[in-house]
């Protein structure tokens, strides 16, 4: 009834179900995804990979580690199997293709694993293993369900970015982690002697005058030069906007290893130096004048928000997505002043006015949504060509 080690590659399975309905949303049937619920027989769950999941069971190896979370899963399980669907959050698969039988009442789900309900999985597969070895049992399988949510969807980079959304297992999943940890000191120290301002610390923080720390951290990420950067990739150049989790733990990873690595240290010294410059520049893009000669909508065809306006019907805020590409660019003109520290210096040749009337021809041609546009890296190489071709007309002149 029940293995001993658990698949972490995904699986082509074949699943019963008590109930399936299909609630796929109208933009997601635009993106090619499918979405099911489903009332599973908690059997049906022991067939599951979990090579999406960002987390196996954190008890399966060292049964101390089974905290109370896992107890509370199994005392639902022992005392009120019932009400166990009503108890339990559910668990989510993803898998890239579907096949229903609504005759047989069975899916099959193609490359299928969890991406969340790991610690679920864990619990049920100890109580069903409990029942197959139990001397005085009767062989009979649990009728009690689980619910879960299927995910149908053929592109693996995006499931993997469902998964890191739906989880919250990166090395320092929180801003108070980091907090507490001291990792966030030094650049609480450059802002305040830059800015006069707090960063967050804390996922509870209230300061009204407090800069977000992950804001921070994407921006910084974006402003990173080439000769630094972990990568030239196309991922690396989206990281910033498509994973502000990651851009915190990888700050955290540099921070912790800055005293041996002279990579991590290198990242890490300039994020603590360009990042009070890159707040101030990436404040001064979002309260542009130039932006008020455009007639922006404030909404986008799917609800989200382009840009807001003051009560004088002024911009004062602009979308990350639109904004990120903006920031790339600026790495053109990131460089190392005369006392050895990272800044942003811009040259005469620069306009803000030109960088913002490029940044909304590419808003308008990536369906006026700045969530298509912060994930396009075609909309980066155009931005970027701006700055990256005043750079290379200054090497010439100075060569001259």
Known sequence: MSTDTRSRTPETVRIS???????????????????????????E??????????????AEHNARKRNQVHRAIRKTIDEEPVRFIN??????????????????????????????????????????????????????????????????????????????ARNTATSVKSISQAGARGILKDLEVAFQEKIGRPITTSETDDDPNAIDTKVV?????????TSLSPSASEAETLKAYKN????????????????TDPKARARYDFTIQIAPIAWLQFQRLNNADAW?????????????RAVR?????????????????????????????????????????????????????????HELDPYVMGRSVGAYEALATYTETIMQVLAINNAK
């Open 292 to 304: 008020n000669g455009h007639r922006l909508h404030e909404t986008t065809k799917h609800g989200g």
């Open 87 to 164: 108890r339990n959050s559910g668990i989510t698969i993803c898998c890239s293709d579907i096949e229903v039988d609504e005759k047989d009442r069975t899916v099959v789900l193609r490359d299928a694993s969890l991406i969340n309900g790991a610690q679920t999985q864990g619990e049920i597969r100890g109580f069903l293993r409990e029942l197959a070895e139990a001397e005085d049992g009767d062989g009979r399988v649990p009728d009690f369900h689980i619910r879960a949510e299927i995910n149908v969807d053929p592109d693996e980079a995006s499931v993997i970015e469902t998964a890191i």
């Open 17 to 43: 179900y008590q109930a399936l309905r299909n609630l796929t949303a109208p933009e997601e049937k635009e993106s090619g995804i499918q979405t099911y619920f489903a009332n599973i027989p908690v059997a």
């Open 217 to 225: 951290l994407q921006i910084c990420r974006l402003l990173m030069p």
């Open 309 to 365: 306006r003051d009560e004088r019907k002024k911009v004062n805020w602009v979308a990350p997505g639109i904004l990120f590409p903006m920031v790339k660019a600026l790495s053109a003109f990131v460089s190392k002043d005369e006392d050895d520290r990272w800044t942003i210096s811009a040259p005469s040749l620069y306009r803000e006015d030109e960088l913002v009337s490029r940044a909304v021809k590419q808003f308008r041609s």
């Open 45 to 58: 769950i022991d067939k599951l990979a979990t090579g999406h999941n960002l987390r196996d069971y954190i």
């Open 244 to 259: 502000k989790e990651k851009c915190l733990s990888d700050f955290a990873e540099w921070h912790g290893a800055r005293g």
